[in-house]
């Protein structure tokens, strides 16, 4: 199991900045990608940026050039620092650790995907 604790959500003016903090814990073996996803009410979960443990980078379109993935791997924590903030931002944000199909201490691991708990990030106009 793969423990997710999230941190840094709030409200914000637009225009202002949060970040957002995402810490690993448990059996972290073969998690190779790590991300954010956010869902806004009615609307699907949509990725809004990940980062792979060598540092590629996927992010949307709709927050290219405003948010920006980092990640520690030394803590296994990936951070979301978000600028020039929108009210369309507003939603739960939820961070994700993908493990790909692992074979550690001789059992194999299939693919998965852990979540965690969601923090709210709300932009007032």
């Known amino acids: 199991q793969v423990h997710l604790v999230e941190s840094g959500g709030g409200l914000v003016q637009a225009g202002g900045s949060l970040r957002l903090s995402c810490a690993a814990s448990g059996n972290i073996f073969g998690i190779n990608t790590m991300g954010w996803y956010r869902q806004a009410p009615g609307k699907q979960r949509e990725l809004v940026a990940s980062?792979?443990?060598?540092?590629?980078?996927n992010v949307a379109d709709s927050v290219q050039g405003r948010f920006t993935i980092s990640r520690d791997n030394a803590k296994n924590t990936v951070i979301l620092q978000m600028h020039s903030l929108k009210p369309e931002d507003t939603a739960v944000y939820y961070c994700?650790?993908?493990?790909?199909?692992?074979?550690?201490?001789?059992?194999?691991?299939?693919?998965?995907?852990?979540w965690g708990q969601g923090t709210q990030v709300t932009v007032s106009s």
């Open positions: 980062i792979t443990n060598v540092g590629m980078t």
């Open positions: 994700n650790a993908h493990r790909a199909p692992t074979y550690y201490s001789s059992t194999y691991y299939p693919e998965y995907d852990y």
